[in-house]
């Protein structure tokens, strides 16, 4: 596997999904289900350039998410595999971080996806829906 740059990111997910940029550079793409009533899920990609390497990181909301109800979504969080549960304030957000110098390129794809329908199942399950 050659060395992977940023630019290789966004131009392979460019080629997939309809992208946006920010301009911090950061990736976004906006999922739509329609077998679930066309709910739709902000996903977010972005990088940090280490001296050896590149970590891609990909981040979805969830929500505010009740204390009593975290062991459940924690459960559910632990039958997915690469991703996890962060709280940034108030707000919980599914996220995966990947060194790209083991994951191939090609494999970005199905973990940004992974992402956002994780995100999106923990938000209609356990936050109550897109408005809250």
């Known amino acids: 596997m050659g060395k992977i740059t940023w630019k290789d990111v966004q131009k392979h997910l460019d080629k997939t999904y309809k992208t946006e940029r920010t301009d911090t550079d950061l990736v976004k793409i906006v999922f739509v289900y329609p077998d679930d009533n066309d709910r739709t899920q902000l996903v977010l990609v972005d990088h940090e350039q280490q001296e050896k390497r590149l970590v891609v990181e990909v981040l979805s909301r969830v929500g505010e998410i009740a204390t009593s109800r975290l062991p459940q979504v924690l459960e559910y969080i632990g039958k997915k595999y690469f991703v996890a549960l962060e709280k940034m304030g108030d707000i919980y957000y599914v996220r995966v971080s990947l060194d790209m110098n ?29 408005d809250n």
Request: aromatic residues 6%; without cysteine; hydrophobic residues 40%.
């Open 102 to 130: 083991y994951v191939p390129l090609e494999a970005i794809g199905n973990l940004v996806e992974l992402v956002g329908r994780t995100a999106d199942t923990l938000e209609k399950d356990f936050v109550g829906g897109d």
